[in-house]
């Protein structure tokens, strides 16, 4: 039963983590900062490890089935595109990653999953805390512009919030969380969860600054804040190499961008620079850890003849940066001609290549190039299904069908070619 309370959860909220904010306040990061002398990194290391932290709750509450909770958590402004844009503007630095905070802004990510299945409200806890920091931030945006203006082209997005919006956007959150029917139990709890939250994010920024610089380190987190942990070069030559190989990808299958837009860029990223590490593996592992990725993509809309062009497209990035080392690289190109070889297995070469041409000239040139590419990855992905990959094309066609998307002409022109690939493919047995 919902019990009557004359004190609102907002202000319970704010009484039980006032402590906290007297705390965060007082710690060497936002002491520095606010003299003036943080270091650029520190400040790299609190944008990055928060697009972790919100990255995950945003993408944890996008599956909340617990109605009231996802739809007051959805309908506020995305933060995590702040961070993107001035994380775009860093990114080509290659700033190296403080491993300590990285490793923290895990450990809150693995709680807010954890949350998100056992007691969803529970996140309404820490969206109290982060959202209300965007009051905080909005007191030290002079902070931030005066210490890092050249470094950040003036802007700071994150920093800034909402702008002259900041406040109105934290009342409304008050008036949709006290409106909530919450029992004492949840109340409790989400307070509970609320300070423990403001002291993991203690422990975070005390990893921020002062900065151990032993522990600095090139990280997935410098170009994806949301891939964890996995292995990246520890060259800025070959990390550009892998941003730049990684783009040239993407504008060659636009679906990429216009599907999984900028979250789908930043794996991408993430994705080609840990395939540049797989070259000091035995060529079998190697192998063996391409097609572990190949499959994990394809099961989610990304056929396998996109790794095979990252792939080439990364060799050649490589051997022109490092030219006296291309040797080395070489068993990326053996990896995409064994993808290449398989797929032309379950279709010839000839064929597919037809069919695909066939499905553009169908598709008024794939409307017009803004999907070029789409006629190679249908077929791709049939021939995906016949090695195995079970979810290849109904993961694709989930998005190519879309009537809210494509006019008729273009699905039609999808199914068409998905009916002659499954021909050609029968014929081939």
Not at 46 to 62: D, F, K, P, Q, W
Not at 371 to 389: E, N, R, W
Request: one cysteine or more; hydrophobic letters at 40%; charged letters at 25%.
């Amino acid at each position: 039963m919902v019990q009557e309370h004359h004190t609102s959860i907002t202000e319970c909220l704010k009484e039980a983590i006032s402590d906290n904010h007297t705390r965060m306040e007082s710690l060497p990061f936002f002491i520095a900062l606010t003299k003036g002398e943080l270091p650029f990194e520190s400040y790299v290391g609190n944008l990055r490890t928060m697009a972790v932290i919100l990255g995950t709750l945003e993408h944890e509450l996008s599956h909340v089935t617990l109605e009231e909770v996802r739809r007051l958590c959805l309908s506020r402004p995305s933060r995590l595109i702040h961070l993107r844009r001035d994380l775009s503007m860093i990114d080509p630095l290659f700033i190296a990653d403080i491993l300590p905070a990285n490793q923290q802004a895990q450990k809150i990510a693995e709680w807010i999953r954890r949350y998100r299945i056992e007691q969803p409200s529970n996140l309404l806890g820490i969206l109290y805390v982060l959202e209300g920091s965007t009051l905080g931030n909005a007191m030290h945006l002079p902070d931030v512009i005066k210490t890092f203006g050249p470094q950040i082209s003036g802007t700071a997005c994150f920093y800034a919030g909402y702008g002259d919006k900041t406040a109105e956007n934290w009342k409304m959150l008050l008036s949709a969380m006290n409106s909530l029917q919450l029992n004492q139990e949840g109340r409790e709890r989400i307070i509970q969860v609320a300070k423990e939250f403001f002291d993991q994010l203690e422990v975070l920024f005390a990893s921020l600054y002062p900065i151990d610089t032993a522990r600095l380190e090139f990280t997935a987190s410098i170009l994806n804040p949301e891939a964890g942990n996995h292995a990246v070069p520890d060259t800025v030559d070959e990390l550009q190499a892998a941003v730049t190989a990684a783009r040239k990808c993407r504008e060659e299958f636009p679906y990429f961008n216009e599907r999984y837009q900028e979250r789908g860029r930043s794996f991408a990223k993430s994705d080609a620079a840990w395939l540049v590490t797989l070259v000091s593996l035995p060529q079998t592992q190697l192998m063996n850890q391409v097609e572990w990725l190949g499959r994990v993509l394809a099961n989610r809309g990304m056929p396998r003849i996109t790794l095979e062009r990252q792939l080439e497209l990364l060799y050649g990035e490589l051997a022109a940066a490092l030219p006296e080392e291309r040797e080395q690289y070489t068993g990326l190109l053996e990896a995409a001609g064994n993808l290449a070889g398989e797929r032309f297995r379950h279709i010839p070469e000839p064929v597919f290549s037809r069919l695909a041409e066939e499905f553009r000239d169908a598709s008024d040139g794939e409307l017009q190039g803004r999907l070029q590419g789409t006629g190679l990855l249908i077929v791709s992905a049939v021939c995906d299904k016949a090695a195995g990959i079970n979810d290849a094309e109904s993961s694709l066609l989930s998005w190519l069908l879309d009537k809210d998307l494509f006019p008729e002409r273009w699905i039609s022109a999808v199914r068409k070619t998905l009916d002659k690939a499954h021909e050609e493919r029968n014929n081939s047995l």
